[in-house]
């Protein structure tokens, strides 16, 4: 029972220091506020947190966190490296959604990025992480030849570049497309440029499968 009420405070406090980041900005936002707006002490506040920066790391921290773990999943199921990164498209419409409300956090975690080298670093390693983690995938796709001889980092980049700049779109103008199939319509034609060739059908639609 001390367990999950400690549970459930950090996530009173995660809850709130969202709606304080998003609404007043990084250094608008002071502890007193998030405390009053979670409704905990300062006491329980760093008993979870050592500071306010360490609660606006940790909420990318574990989006990030959620989003790999059914990255690998959906990869884990799939027969070669196109039908993977076909499978990995298939999330596109859950994180839509969750960014969904989210882009004055967003902007605000990149506006931060520029003038602290911790957030900075926290801002840039996940673009890393994905891009070597697509890289290598695309390296086993050539060894298995489901896909042609290429650069693999620089079909990573492109594609880390395509979440990204979806992503960035979507959370802007949420409304202005439908988004997840805009991802599975530019996953396709990069499938396409690398020369796919899966054992199993891609060019389906994302839910038809």
């Known amino acids: 029972m001390p367990q999950k009420r400690s549970l459930e405070t950090r996530e009173k406090i995660l809850k709130a220091a ?10 608008a936002t002071g502890v007193a506020e998030i405390c009053a707006a979670a409704g905990v002490s300062k006491g329980a506040f760093y008993h979870h947190f050592q500071s306010k920066q360490e609660v606006f790391l940790k909420l990318t921290e574990e989006w990030l966190s ?3 773990q059914q990255i690998q999943r959906l990869a884990a199921s799939a027969e070669d490296v196109p039908q993977a990164l076909w499978q990995t498209a298939k999330i596109a419409p859950a994180v839509f959604a969750d960014a969904r409300g989210q882009v004055p956090l967003f902007l605000e975690f990149w506006r931060q990025a520029n003038r602290d080298p911790q957030i900075w670093q926290a801002t840039v390693a996940p673009y890393h992480r994905y891009t070597e983690y ?7 796709g ?14 990573a980049r492109i594609l880390v570049s395509l979440a990204v700049g979806l992503l960035l779109q979507g959370a802007l103008d949420p409304e202005g497309a ?14 396409e440029g690398m020369g ?14």
């Open 178 to 191: 439908d988004w997840g199939t805009l991802v599975g319509d530019g996953v396709r034609l990069l499938l």
């Open 196 to 209: 796919a060739n899966s054992k199993r059908e891609w060019r389906s639609t994302l839910d038809g499968e």
């Open 134 to 140: 697509f890289a290598g995938m695309i390296r086993q």
């Open 66 to 68: 959620g989003l790999d």
């Open 18 to 27: 969202t709606a304080a980041f998003s609404r007043d900005g990084f250094d």
């Open 142 to 155: 050539i060894e298995e030849g489901s896909l042609r001889e290429m650069p693999p980092e620089v079909g």
